[in-house]
C-alpha cells in the first residue's frame, strides 16, 4: 500500500464518520400530502387556499358535505367530485358578502353532475331569495340545457329550501346520524350547531350574535371574529387518528 492509498482511505474514514454525526435531515420533496377525512370523522375543512371575502367552511361528517357560507369565489378550488356530492349550502347571511357564491354553486355543481336540486338553508327570506334566483336564470338554464348537456339533470339547476324556513330554532338538515340546527340571531344571520356521533360544533358568521345558552355545551366552534379565514382541517373527532 502506497502512502497516497493510505492518507485517501483514512481521509474518506474521517469524512464519513463526521458525515454520520452532522448530516443534515433530508428535506421531503412536494406539498405535504392533506389529512385524510373519513366517513367516519367530523371536521371542517377550508374551501380553498386563497381568502375569500367572507367565512366558508365545507363540513364533513357521516359522509356527508356541507358548504357553509357562499362568498364569491367559492367554486374556484373545489373539485367536480365535491361539487357533484354536495348535500346541502347553509346561508350565513342574505348579506352580498355571504350569499355572492350562492349561484357559482348552483352553477358549478349542476355542470359537475350533482342530482336534483342543490338545497339551502338560511336566514328568514332565504325562500325568496333563491326562488328569486331560480326565476332569474331559468330561461338561461333551459338554452344551457339544450345546448350544452349539463351532467345533472335539468332539475338540478334549481336551488331548494330546506325546512325551518321562518324559525328562529329549527332542524334544517337530519340524516340520523348528523343533525344539523339553524339559529337565528335577530340580526339577520345564521348560526348553525352541527351534532355527529354525539359531539357539537357550532359555526357562527361575523355579526352572529350566538346566546351563550347555544354554545355551552359545543365541543368545537368556529367564530368569525377568531377562526376566520380557516387556514387548514379542523377535526372535532378524528377516528382514524394514531393515539
Not at 452532522?22 to 380553498?48: H, N, R, S
Not at 340520523?176 to 340571531?185: M, N, S, Y
Not at 357562527?204 to 387548514?232: I, Q, T, V
Request: hydrophobic share 45%.
Amino acid at each position: 500500500m502506497t502512502w497516497k492509498t493510505f492518507l485517501s482511505g483514512a481521509l474518506m474514514a474521517v469524512l464519513t464518520a463526521c458525515g454520520a454525526a452532522d448530516a443534515p435531515t433530508p428535506v421531503q420533496d412536494g406539498p405535504v400530502a392533506p389529512p385524510v377525512v373519513t366517513p367516519t370523522d367530523f371536521a371542517f375543512l377550508p374551501c380553498g387556499p386563497r381568502k375569500l371575502p367572507a367565512p366558508c367552511t365545507i363540513l364533513m361528517a357521516g359522509g356527508k358535505r356541507v358548504v357553509i357560507g357562499a362568498p364569491a369565489g367559492v367554486t374556484l378550488d373545489l373539485s367536480p367530485d365535491q361539487l357533484r356530492n354536495l348535500d346541502a349550502v347553509l346561508l350565513l347571511s342574505l348579506r352580498g358578502e355571504d350569499v355572492e357564491g350562492l349561484d357559482e354553486l348552483r352553477n358549478a355543481a349542476w355542470r359537475a353532475g350533482h342530482e336534483g336540486p342543490l338545497p339551502v338553508a338560511g336566514p328568514a327570506g332565504t325562500e325568496n331569495f333563491i326562488g328569486i334566483l331560480n326565476r332569474a336564470y331559468e330561461i338561461s338554464d333551459a338554452l344551457i340545457y339544450v345546448e350544452a348537456k349539463p351532467s345533472g339533470g335539468f332539475d338540478s339547476a334549481l336551488l331548494a329550501l330546506l325546512p325551518g324556513n321562518g324559525k328562529q330554532v329549527a332542524t334544517v338538515f337530519d340524516t340520523g346520524d348528523l343533525r344539523i340546527h339553524k339559529v337565528e340571531t335577530g340580526t339577520d344571520r345564521a348560526a348553525y350547531l352541527m351534532d355527529y356521533a354525539g359531539q357539537r360544533a357550532v359555526v357562527s358568521g361575523c355579526g352572529a350574535a350566538l346566546a351563550e345558552a347555544f354554545r355551552k355545551d359545543a365541543d368545537h366552534e368556529l367564530a368569525c371574529e377568531s377562526d376566520w379565514p380557516l387556514n387548514e382541517p379542523v377535526f372535532v373527532s378524528n377516528t382514524h387518528a394514531q393515539p
